[in-house]
């Protein structure tokens, strides 16, 4: 059969097993094969994607030759990488080739500017202009029919803002809230690159998605699943805690993208059963949690595995110096997408309506506990942090006599974990008691009340537990137990609460005046 004319390819309806034809040019769509080739200015770097050319359904196919030989393009650009790059290549736009910084406009005909001050978005110079429809960004069917069968009407701001520059091959750092929809916002981007590259995947990845928990890392995968699989997108989960032989068993099979925490990576990188000559799409998903967990060695262990030239994406929800510092040593020119603002510190979101609740004695902890409980409809999910496992414990058996509760903490075996997840998610549980260890990195939608059973050692950990509520536009509401001991943790409560626009009680106010300057320490009660 003759070949289709570029830049039209062939490909499969995933629901009819039907051959159609795509133009990756207009996106128009066709089930007769077009007699001449369109011509068009490339879209995107990647505007050649297709699901054709992946090979069998479990992404694993032969080797392609790409267009471009020793380091040069087509259009006479210098490629990001050579011939002496293990084959690896990547074609390099500078801003200046798709956009200039002052180049608003999109196929939509949107007001930029007003999208951008809408959803408090900022974009660094020379940074190209957010796909505010998913017709804007003109993906391939096969991931827009997932999109759509998961009901988004557009893009979330934080996938418009970044989508935009890491399709045309730039480096980016999106600096937003967790539930903010980022996780598409890098997956989408890997997606098509993959798509476009057609490289084999059991020669060994091409994407390496890090994050700081095998519950994050988790959750990413489920997410590249839903959305990449028709696609071919093939991955793998890989995370402590669980055994390692099944994990290497799917490697072994071939895998385009690798979802991991960092220590379980170098375990297989120093076994040298993990290649990754090939890997040409590095994510760091929630980077300063990453850095703050001590991660950070095993990171640029991993780095110096990954060949020169690759394109980086970064997200944090904080921009502190140690985070600018990595991404200055791992990225090149990015891109920087701020939703909200770039604080060097934690802030806490405004939707999340935070309540204190002073107590003489613990035995009134359980009687408040109930009560909050109960302001809340039927089935509404409640996360509630202890400081210990013990507690976590003792707790769970307590509430589980009047209403469907489970414990997660650090000593769970992986499987009751997921168990445990699965039944939160679920509703048949819709009580969660969690430590602060066990629950980073959990993403979980509608979430109505967060309770701080005990307060946390650092008031940063006060703003990670109750941004856990509140996420994606929706409203929370954080509870927070306090005795004479937190005194401490009064005086920066207060300016947390200040920040964003929490009502402060008188209790709380003469608490930080006798408590001091902060969670360090204080004059009483510490």
Not at 29 to 40: D, G, L, M
Not at 354 to 379: C, K, W
Request: hydrophobic share 35%; charged share 20%; aromatic share 6%.
């Amino acid at each position: 059969m003759a070949e289709v004319p570029p830049p039209w390819v062939s490909t499969v309806d995933p629901s009819s097993g039907l051959t159609y034809y795509w133009n990756t040019q207009t996106n128009e769509t066709s089930w007769e094969r077009p007699a001449n080739p369109a011509v068009a200015a490339p879209p995107t770097l990647y505007g050649g994607a297709s699901v054709a050319g992946l090979g069998s359904s479990n992404g694993i196919g032969a080797a392609t030759t790409v267009s471009a030989q020793h380091g040069v393009t087509s259009s006479g650009r210098q490629s990001r990488w050579n011939a002496a790059s293990n084959g690896a290549y990547q074609e390099s736009y500078s801003a200046s080739d798709v956009f200039s910084s002052h180049d608003l406009s999109t196929g939509s005909g949107l007001d930029v500017q007003g999208w951008l001050a809408k959803n408090e978005v900022t974009l660094s110079p020379g940074t190209p202009p957010p796909f505010m429809t998913f017709e804007d960004a003109q993906l391939p069917p096969s991931i827009m029919a997932e999109i759509r069968r998961a009901g988004f009407p557009s893009p979330s701001p934080i996938q418009a803002a970044s989508w935009a520059p890491a399709m045309r091959g730039r480096d980016v750092v999106g600096i937003a809230k967790t539930g903010s929809g980022k996780t598409l916002g890098f997956l989408v981007p890997a997606f098509l690159r993959i798509m476009r590259e057609r490289k084999d995947a059991r020669m060994g990845p091409t994407t390496l998605v890090m994050a700081p928990t095998r519950e994050l890392a988790s959750q990413i995968h489920a997410e590249c699943v839903k959305f990449g699989q028709s696609s071919g997108m093939n991955s793998v989960c890989l995370y402590g805690g669980a055994p390692k032989g099944g994990q290497l068993a799917e490697l072994r099979r071939g895998v385009y993208i690798i979802i991991v925490t960092p220590g379980r990576l170098n375990d297989f990188l120093e076994a040298g059963q993990v290649r990754l000559s090939q890997c040409s799409f590095v994510v760091m998903d929630e980077a300063d949690r990453m850095l703050d967990m001590g991660f950070e060695p095993q990171i640029r262990k991993i780095m110096a595995r990954v060949p020169p030239g690759y394109q980086s994406l970064m997200y944090t929800a904080t921009w502190p110096r140690d985070v600018r510092r990595l991404a200055s040593e791992f990225q090149r020119d990015p891109c920087q997408v701020t939703i909200g603002t770039a604080n060097e510190k934690l802030t806490a979101n405004k939707d999340v309506e935070q309540r204190i609740i002073m107590i003489s004695s613990p035995h009134e902890r359980d009687h408040h506990l109930v009560q909050q409980i109960n302001t809340l409809p039927g089935a509404s999910r409640v996360l509630i942090f202890c400081s210990t496992k013990r507690t976590c414990d003792q707790l769970q058996r307590a509430l589980s006599r009047q209403i469907g509760c489970n414990a997660i903490h650090g000593d769970k075996e992986q499987r009751e974990r997921e168990r445990v997840l699965a039944d939160f998610k679920s509703g048949r549980a819709p009580i969660l008691v969690a430590t602060d260890v066990a629950a980073r990195g959990l993403d979980i939608k509608d979430i109505r009340m967060v309770i701080n059973y005990e307060f946390p050692p650092k008031t940063e950990d006060y703003i990670h537990r109750i941004g856990r509520t509140g996420r994606a536009g929706a409203k929370g509401i954080a509870v927070t137990f306090m005795t004479s001991q937190d005194m401490k943790h009064a005086s920066e409560l207060v300016a947390i609460m200040r920040d964003s626009d929490q009502k402060i009680s008188p209790e709380l106010e003469q608490m930080a005046m006798l408590g001091g300057g902060g969670g360090g320490g204080g004059r009483r009660g510490g």
